[in-house]
């Protein structure tokens, strides 16, 4: 499996880039993951989605073809996204609207939000509701919050909560564990040749 962890702050540093750390860190160790990759939206380096990705703009097409590569190339996703304002960050929601099936559809994604207190649940909802639609991407049923971040997952044991920080990684452990299994399943389901339909290229 190759996995691509999208870091979906626009701060450098950020609490959600070291959560994809850890994920990453997580996953190479595991046996059931080759390969895994972090797209960080520090310095939101994509602009903003207009009418010329539409019509061949060969500006976009220079923009995006690092990332549509890499996407290309995933067999799954894992999407962070901190809560700001009880909101998903611009930057992350521009992201998909520059996705499409090519890239990302009958993919699996495990959402993964970060609250500095204990929310976290808005961005999952927001991710759930209108970030998938015509890309097709397929977020499984586990997600993972992050709440109290600042106190779990740091490389130095003195900064975390114990009980809370042991029950992340677990937690974090399982859930991507199960995201490799639908990676496998939903490989079966693209190369079935059931998701290219001419007549139905988006959502409802």
Known sequence: ??????????RDPSQSMKVAEHIKQTVLAADYCDEAEIFSLAGNPLPLW????????ANWKETLKPMQTLFRNSDAFVVISPEWHGQVPAGLKNLFLLCSKAEVGHKPALIVTVSSGDGGAYPVAELRMSSYKNNRLCY????????????????????????ADGYFRERIAWSLEMLSHYATALTQVRNSGITEHKKFGNGM
């Open 140 to 163: 499984i049923p586990e997600q993972v919050i992050v709440r109290n971040v600042e106190s779990v997952l740091n490389s130095d044991p003195a900064k975390n909560n114990p009980d």
């Open 50 to 57: 207009d009418q010329g990705i539409w019509e061949g703009d």
């Open 1 to 10: 499996m190759k996995l691509t962890i999208i870091s979906g702050s626009h």
